[in-house]
């Protein structure tokens, strides 16, 4: 069984409910999620005059290849509506996947670990909160220490549920 991070992120409509539908969703066509970190509201990251965001990270477990994973997720962000029409732009779910085990993959449509993570505060927060010792294949650091090292000044910080 291979771990696999995954990253998502909801800016309209309601967040918590598309949250909650991909982790269903995740747990129905991919894999059962083992761990889920707390949900996260961030300022938006790169088209800064969006809503904000709100992030969460779950792990999960597979045999399926980091291809299959990749049309699993699409499909799903396809399912609930999700359109890709600019670039950082507002969007109902986003789902990444941040690690497919150890693996260091660069094809044409999947570059893994997430080639941007260790530069975002949305991204290594809830990461560290379910999985502080992984160690990044590439830097050879584990996500506590890039955490440290983030020099990302975007607020984070735990959603509270109304």
Excluded: C
Excluded at 99 to 105: A, L, M
Excluded at 133 to 139: E, W
């Amino acid at each position: 069984m291979i771990d696999v991070f995954l990253l998502l992120g909801s800016n309209l409509g309601t967040r918590e409910l598309f949250l909650q539908q991909v982790i269903e969703s995740v747990s129905a066509q991919i894999a059962p999620v083992k761990l889920i970190s707390s949900v996260y509201e961030t300022q938006s990251w790169g088209k800064t005059d969006e809503p904000d965001y709100l992030n969460q990270v779950l792990m999960l477990q597979t045999e399926l290849s980091a291809q299959d994973v990749l049309e699993k997720i699409l499909g799903i962000e396809l399912q609930m509506g999700r359109k890709r029409e600019v670039k950082w732009g507002s969007r109902i779910i986003d789902i990444d996947i941040l690690f497919y085990g150890d693996e260091v993959i660069h094809d044409f449509n999947l570059v893994v670990p997430h080639p941007e993570l260790y530069k975002r505060s949305f991204t290594l927060i809830p990461l560290a909160e379910i999985a502080p010792n992984l160690v990044h294949p590439v830097f050879k650091k584990n996500i506590l220490q890039l955490k440290q090292e983030l020099k990302d000044n975007l607020i984070v910080k735990k959603h509270i549920f109304e």
